[in-house]
């Protein structure tokens, strides 16, 4: 067994030059390092050498998509995808006896970091109310727990249903399937923090709330635009796909408050090139933006536009596509007509000339595409935003073919997924109607609470039950001392996990932590070995297989856990068990979860008749390459009301900060996977040994009379007068655009208001956040 830290790390904060390059023998070097570190080159080698090849394990890092079967590396992963699947694969271990020794009151203490490097969970484990310990707990028991309080409460929307991007198809699946059948829609996840904005808005404007791009609509794209997105350590393997467009001619414009180093070179270490060469430049521009300036940047482009069109009419809008499948340009043209440079160069810090230039690669383009990620959706204008981009896509035709389209680039490797399985509080009736068909019981249409709604229904004592499928939902969320106070006035919280967290420290009365088998592992049940699907950021769905022997031989699977769950829940609702037609199934409320838990087969015949697109699931995913979900728009299909993709007027005013005080966004370093650092460093950043930094422009610093290594505090100012402060944070001078400062989540998590969100899609604002820096002790 690998060693396990038991002391916090305490390196002293190191800062370099941020790199200019990303990826490279280092990454190799880093990837080996942390694995090895964490577990046998056995295992190692078992992870790494099946890692997204066919038929073998899916990265449980980020949702990029996979080359197609035949073109794929025999190293078909990055640095970061090595690290997230062997922090899984880890040999380290977390038994009855080590919390035997660390009581909760001790773990609160410790930091993520070190909660997370302690291993693996091996046994269910229960804190009684009252007590301040975790003890052993039989899993009959703990069902029998749960269901109880399930089953006491006033009503089912006292219980809310928390899933992570983690999950996989099946386990997704067979949650929201019980959390409907016990009767609630309280089903929040992770995506409600991550892509929300980009869902309500895509859906709204084009009909559906998926991206529209291929991983070929990128290789043969003219220009490619990256907005809000840091590649080069939360998506590396898009730099591949980069690299490749660039080879072919693409060029590629940058927007962000950060010159992130795999935005500005890439070298590949999968080429010779890129191990003994200089790489390749990524950006061809690199637009150096204000946080929460892109709604004004894409109106002053589109502004440029229509008067490129007056100047050449005919020769630069897709007049045909507008006229036929859009509604709504009219009173678009005439409101960004109106948009004034003034506010559009306040508002980016950029320069029109900078705009125009932008304006003459589109002009140039025939095909372009545009990414983005949370640098777009964690505003309060995120939605406008992206349909301001959807508004710019649409005037010159971009939607709808080959080598463009829309590209929200996705996190976790099946937050997709999740949706498509009915993972959303507010799932439409048509999928709702589908489950009704499928199961014969009346699903509840009430949309359910999301993460936020939540946070604020468990603070008002309206739910009493928390339960989360994967995640670490207090660290995840916004405002920590509110959602932490939120959490603890819970009567149970419970956690599907594979690895100890915050959340585990933050319990309700009573607390359970039941830990469940990760995607490596080989997961056998009664119908023999199975294997999961997940549907990746270009709606692929494929096959995931584990292969190393379980973390414990008391874990079970998420499905088994849930299937076990629904079982003795709703068998006490339901006690005769019978499907409607009044045949005899082995389950309850009709829905034969035995058979499902030993054969998830059995759960893709089903999800097979209720999700469009998978229909006849087991054989299709079968073959190699697996499944691709089709898009309307890319048939030239809107489905909205109108049945047309609408223009959008869009406002949403820049951020007011006040004298004295910056702009912060809260992002992620290069070496942690969300709430969970592997270690301190941010090695393309140039830091080392601390994360409790604040990254800011020196001219800033100069005028707020600070200077690099000073200590301070962060203190955010909202509309109520609660003090939310991120105490003892070093400045760093860094190439951040002028008045916007930068630290990492979940550090600063406290700092965002829970009432800070985005309008419509009710998304935590995190990269938006006013503060003050406080100085320490002289
Ligand atoms: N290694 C690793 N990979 C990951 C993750 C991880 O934690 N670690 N997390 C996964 C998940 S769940 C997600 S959602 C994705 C997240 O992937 P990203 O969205 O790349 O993640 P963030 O670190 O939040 O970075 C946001 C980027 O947007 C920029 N930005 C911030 N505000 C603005 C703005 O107002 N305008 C513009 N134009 N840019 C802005 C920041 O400078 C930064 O470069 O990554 C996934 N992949
Ligand atoms: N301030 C700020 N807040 C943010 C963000 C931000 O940029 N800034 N980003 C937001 C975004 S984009 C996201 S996606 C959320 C992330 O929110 P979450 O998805 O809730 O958090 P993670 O850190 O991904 O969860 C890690 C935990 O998941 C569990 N886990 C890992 N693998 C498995 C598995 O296979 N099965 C099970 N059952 N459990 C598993 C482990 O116990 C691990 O500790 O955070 C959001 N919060
Ligand atoms: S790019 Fe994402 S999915 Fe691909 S190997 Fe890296 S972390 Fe995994
Ligand atoms: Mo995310």
């Given at each position: 067994m690998h060693k396990r830290p038991d002391d916090e790390p305490k390196d002293p904060l190191h800062v370099t030059p941020p790199r200019r390059w990303a990826a490279g023998v280092p990454a190799v070097v880093h990837a080996l390092t942390y694995s090895l570190e964490q577990t046998s080159p056995r295992r190692a080698g078992v992870t790494l050498l099946t890692m997204n090849q066919v038929g073998g394990i899916d990265c449980p890092g980020c949702a990029w998509a996979d080359p197609a079967p035949g073109h794929r590396h025999r190293n078909e992963y990055c640095e970061n995808g090595a690290k997230h699947i062997n922090d899984e694969a880890t040999t380290r271990r977390v038994t009855a006896d080590f919390f035997r020794r660390h009581p909760v009151s001790d773990l609160a203490r410790r930091s993520d970091l070190w909660l997370n490097q302690q291993g693996r969970l091996t046994a269910p484990m229960v804190k009684r109310e009252g007590r301040d310990h975790y003890e052993p707990i039989g899993w009959d028991d703990a069902f029998e727990l749960l269901s109880r309080e399930l089953t006491s409460l006033g009503s089912p929307d006292e219980a809310v249903f928390y899933t992570s991007g983690r999950a996989s198809n099946e386990a997704a699946f067979v949650l929201q399937l019980f959390a409907r059948a016990f009767g609630t829609n309280n089903l929040p996840d992770c995506s409600n923090m991550c892509h929300e904005s980009s869902g309500y808005a895509l859906h709204e404007t084009l009909g559906t709330g998926k991206g529209t791009v291929r991983l070929h609509d990128l290789h043969q794209s003219d220009l490619i635009f990256l907005v809000g997105q840091n590649p080069g350590s939360n998506h590396p393997r898009q730099l591949s796909a980069l690299e490749q467009a660039k080879r072919r001619g693409a060029r590629i414009v940058a927007v962000n408050p950060l010159p992130e180093a795999g935005l500005l070179r890439f070298?590949?270490?999968q080429e010779v090139n890129g191990v003994i060469g200089r790489?390749?430049?990524?950006?061809?521009r690199f637009l150096h933006i204000r946080l929460g300036g892109d709604l004004a940047l894409f109106q002053g482009l589109n502004r440029l536009l229509l008067e490129a069109e007056d100047a050449r009419p005919g020769d630069v809008l897709d007049?045909?596509?507008i006229r036929a499948n859009t509604s709504g340009f009219e009173e678009f043209a005439r409101h960004v007509?109106?948009?004034?440079?003034?506010?559009?160069?306040?508002a980016t810090g950029l320069t029109r000339t900078e705009i125009e230039r932008v304006r003459d690669d589109v002009l140039r383009s025939e095909r372009v595409i545009v990414c983005w990620a949370m640098g777009l959706t964690q505003h309060r204008h995120a939605v406008p935003t992206i349909r301001e981009i959807v508004n710019f896509l649409m005037l010159r035709g971009n939607l709808g073919r080959a080598g463009a389209g829309a590209c929200p680039v996705r996190g976790h490797s099946n937050v997709q997924g999740d949706r498509t399985m009915g993972i959303w509080e507010q799932m439409p009736d048509?999928?709702?109607d589908a489950l009704q068909r499928e199961f014969g019981f009346d699903p509840p249409r009430a949309h359910g609470l999301d993460s936020v709604n939540a946070i604020r229904a468990?603070?008002?004592?309206r739910v009493k039950l928390f339960l989360s499928l994967a995640g670490n939902f207090v660290r995840a969320a916004p405002d920590s001392a509110v959602t932490e106070e939120a959490m603890r006035g819970c009567r149970?919280?419970?956690?599907?996990?594979t690895k100890l967290n915050r959340s585990h420290t933050v319990c309700g009365g009573t607390a359970l932590i039941l830990p469940t088998l990760g995607r490596t592992e080989r997961d056998v049940q009664a119908g023999g070995e199975q294997f999961v699907t997940v549907e990746n950021s270009m709606s692929e769905v494929h096959t995931s297989r584990g292969r190393l022997e379980p973390a414990s031989p008391l874990l079970l699977s998420e499905v088994a856990i849930l299937c076990r769950l629904a079982c003795r829940t709703l068998d006490d609702r339901t006690p005769d068990g019978r499907a409607p037609d009044g045949q005899a199934f082995d389950g309850s409320a009709g829905i034969p979860w035995r058979e499902f838990e030993a054969d998830y087969g059995a759960i893709r015949d089903r999800i097979s008749r209720v999700v469009p697109g998978l229909h006849d699931f087991n054989r299709r995913v079968a073959r190699p390459g697996g499944i691709s979900l089709p898009n309307p728009v890319n048939e030239g299909v809107f489905p909205t009301a109108q049945g047309k993709a609408l223009f959008t007027r869009n406002a949403g005013p820049a951020p007011h900060v006040p004298e004295g005080h910056l702009l912060l966004q809260t992002m992620r370093s290069h070496d942690q996977w969300n709430t969970v650092p592997y270690t301190a460093d941010d090695r393309y950043r140039g830091i080392r040994g601390s994360r409790k930094v604040v990254l800011v422009n020196p001219a800033d610093l100069r005028e707020l009379g600070l200077s690099g290594g000073q200590r301070v505090d962060l203190v955010s100012v909202w509309t109520d007068d609660v003090e939310r402060r991120a105490g003892g944070f070093e400045v760093v001078p860094y190439p951040t655009a002028r008045g916007c400062a930068a630290a990492y989540y979940p550090e600063t998590n406290v700092l965002v208001p829970l009432d800070s969100v985005a309008e419509?899609?009710?998304?935590?604002?995190?990269?938006?956040?006013v503060v003050r820096l406080e100085r320490l002790g002289g």
């Amino acid at each position: 067994m690998h060693k396990r830290p038991d002391d916090e790390p305490k390196d002293p904060l190191h800062v370099t030059p941020p790199r200019r390059w990303a990826a490279g023998v280092p990454a190799v070097v880093h990837a080996l390092t942390y694995s090895l570190e964490q577990t046998s080159p056995r295992r190692a080698g078992v992870t790494l050498l099946t890692m997204n090849q066919v038929g073998g394990i899916d990265c449980p890092g980020c949702a990029w998509a996979d080359p197609a079967p035949g073109h794929r590396h025999r190293n078909e992963y990055c640095e970061n995808g090595a690290k997230h699947i062997n922090d899984e694969a880890t040999t380290r271990r977390v038994t009855a006896d080590f919390f035997r020794r660390h009581p909760v009151s001790d773990l609160a203490r410790r930091s993520d970091l070190w909660l997370n490097q302690q291993g693996r969970l091996t046994a269910p484990m229960v804190k009684r109310e009252g007590r301040d310990h975790y003890e052993p707990i039989g899993w009959d028991d703990a069902f029998e727990l749960l269901s109880r309080e399930l089953t006491s409460l006033g009503s089912p929307d006292e219980a809310v249903f928390y899933t992570s991007g983690r999950a996989s198809n099946e386990a997704a699946f067979v949650l929201q399937l019980f959390a409907r059948a016990f009767g609630t829609n309280n089903l929040p996840d992770c995506s409600n923090m991550c892509h929300e904005s980009s869902g309500y808005a895509l859906h709204e404007t084009l009909g559906t709330g998926k991206g529209t791009v291929r991983l070929h609509d990128l290789h043969q794209s003219d220009l490619i635009f990256l907005v809000g997105q840091n590649p080069g350590s939360n998506h590396p393997r898009q730099l591949s796909a980069l690299e490749q467009a660039k080879r072919r001619g693409a060029r590629i414009v940058a927007v962000n408050p950060l010159p992130e180093a795999g935005l500005l070179r890439f070298k590949n270490p999968q080429e010779v090139n890129g191990v003994i060469g200089r790489g390749i430049p990524i950006a061809d521009r690199f637009l150096h933006i204000r946080l929460g300036g892109d709604l004004a940047l894409f109106q002053g482009l589109n502004r440029l536009l229509l008067e490129a069109e007056d100047a050449r009419p005919g020769d630069v809008l897709d007049q045909d596509f507008i006229r036929a499948n859009t509604s709504g340009f009219e009173e678009f043209a005439r409101h960004v007509r109106a948009v004034s440079w003034d506010d559009v160069t306040a508002a980016t810090g950029l320069t029109r000339t900078e705009i125009e230039r932008v304006r003459d690669d589109v002009l140039r383009s025939e095909r372009v595409i545009v990414c983005w990620a949370m640098g777009l959706t964690q505003h309060r204008h995120a939605v406008p935003t992206i349909r301001e981009i959807v508004n710019f896509l649409m005037l010159r035709g971009n939607l709808g073919r080959a080598g463009a389209g829309a590209c929200p680039v996705r996190g976790h490797s099946n937050v997709q997924g999740d949706r498509t399985m009915g993972i959303w509080e507010q799932m439409p009736d048509s999928f709702l109607d589908a489950l009704q068909r499928e199961f014969g019981f009346d699903p509840p249409r009430a949309h359910g609470l999301d993460s936020v709604n939540a946070i604020r229904a468990m603070r008002e004592g309206r739910v009493k039950l928390f339960l989360s499928l994967a995640g670490n939902f207090v660290r995840a969320a916004p405002d920590s001392a509110v959602t932490e106070e939120a959490m603890r006035g819970c009567r149970l919280t419970a956690h599907i996990s594979t690895k100890l967290n915050r959340s585990h420290t933050v319990c309700g009365g009573t607390a359970l932590i039941l830990p469940t088998l990760g995607r490596t592992e080989r997961d056998v049940q009664a119908g023999g070995e199975q294997f999961v699907t997940v549907e990746n950021s270009m709606s692929e769905v494929h096959t995931s297989r584990g292969r190393l022997e379980p973390a414990s031989p008391l874990l079970l699977s998420e499905v088994a856990i849930l299937c076990r769950l629904a079982c003795r829940t709703l068998d006490d609702r339901t006690p005769d068990g019978r499907a409607p037609d009044g045949q005899a199934f082995d389950g309850s409320a009709g829905i034969p979860w035995r058979e499902f838990e030993a054969d998830y087969g059995a759960i893709r015949d089903r999800i097979s008749r209720v999700v469009p697109g998978l229909h006849d699931f087991n054989r299709r995913v079968a073959r190699p390459g697996g499944i691709s979900l089709p898009n309307p728009v890319n048939e030239g299909v809107f489905p909205t009301a109108q049945g047309k993709a609408l223009f959008t007027r869009n406002a949403g005013p820049a951020p007011h900060v006040p004298e004295g005080h910056l702009l912060l966004q809260t992002m992620r370093s290069h070496d942690q996977w969300n709430t969970v650092p592997y270690t301190a460093d941010d090695r393309y950043r140039g830091i080392r040994g601390s994360r409790k930094v604040v990254l800011v422009n020196p001219a800033d610093l100069r005028e707020l009379g600070l200077s690099g290594g000073q200590r301070v505090d962060l203190v955010s100012v909202w509309t109520d007068d609660v003090e939310r402060r991120a105490g003892g944070f070093e400045v760093v001078p860094y190439p951040t655009a002028r008045g916007c400062a930068a630290a990492y989540y979940p550090e600063t998590n406290v700092l965002v208001p829970l009432d800070s969100v985005a309008e419509f899609s009710n998304q935590p604002a995190s990269k938006e956040i006013v503060v003050r820096l406080e100085r320490l002790g002289g």
